[in-house]
């Protein structure tokens, strides 16, 4: 079945520093939905992409989905302590229509 | 409502016992989603309802789960026989009308600890 992986399983970074995380799916999506997962919490809607290469941004966080809609990328500039959790990708089958959500990233900021 | 709510919060019970988590979605919100989310792990895809119809449950594990949605609107899961295996964190999302690109609003989960 549909597979999304994400690299890497957790991140430490010092305030200040960029993250980066990356999503890549067993099938080709017909789009890509992020999430932000704070400790303790649910999942929360971040930014959704659907375009072959297309390119976001919010504030700090810059999504990428790329040509082939297979795999996709978000960056954080200047990491926050707010910004502390784990981000999920969640690829939508083509097939299947099915919301299937990556293996996470865990993101950790020190002061 | 104002969000997706989930009820219980927390349930714990013994093994071999008989558990229903109920989920009340957005109102208005036509599509329903449960996933089961491991400790470190992502959330893992169970089921979805597009109305009271089951359009996908291929990720139900074993025929111990079942869900149900009978007016289109609250949802029940089902799980018959727990086991230790069970136990997690069962997450409720909804959405607006086909699930084609629309975003999941996401409850507060049920955690469920088998003993």
């Known amino acids: 079945g549909q597979q999304v992986m994400q690299i890497p399983q957790y991140q430490h970074v010092q305030e200040g520093e960029d993250f980066t995380t990356y999503c890549n799916s067993s099938?080709?999506?017909?789009?890509i939905q992020w999430y932000k997962q704070r400790p303790g919490g649910h999942p929360v809607f971040l930014i959704q992409?659907?375009?072959?290469?297309e390119v976001k941004k919010q504030k700090r966080l810059t999504f990428q989905f790329g040509e082939a809609k297979k795999n996709s990328s978000l960056h954080i500039t200047a990491t926050q302590t707010t910004d502390v959790g784990t981000y999920f990708c969640?690829?939508?089958?083509?097939?299947?229509?099915?919301?299937?959500f990556g293996t996470g990233t865990l993101l950790a900021v020190q002061p | 409502g104002a969000g997706v709510s989930q009820t219980p919060s927390n349930k714990v019970t013994e093994k071999g016992k008989y558990v229903e988590l109920r989920c009340d979605p957005i109102s208005g919100h036509t599509a329903l989603y449960w996933y089961r989310q491991s400790l470190g792990q992502g959330p893992e895809f169970l089921i979805y309802?597009?109305?009271?119809?089951?359009?996908?449950d291929s990720g139900l594990p074993n025929d111990r789960f079942f869900a149900v949605r009978p007016e289109g609107s609250v949802s029940t899961l089902k799980i018959q026989r727990t086991e230790r295996g069970d136990s997690a964190v069962y997450l409720c999302?909804?959405?607006?009308?086909?699930?084609?690109?629309?975003?999941?609003?996401f409850g507060a989960g049920s955690r469920l600890t088998v003993l």
């Open positions: 309802f597009q109305g009271t119809g089951a359009a996908d």
């Open positions: 999302a909804s959405s607006r009308g086909s699930p084609v690109g629309n975003v999941l609003t």
């Open positions: 969640a690829g939508r089958d083509g097939a299947t229509n099915k919301l299937i």
């Open positions: 992409l659907v375009k072959s290469g």
């Open positions: 099938t080709t999506l017909s789009n």
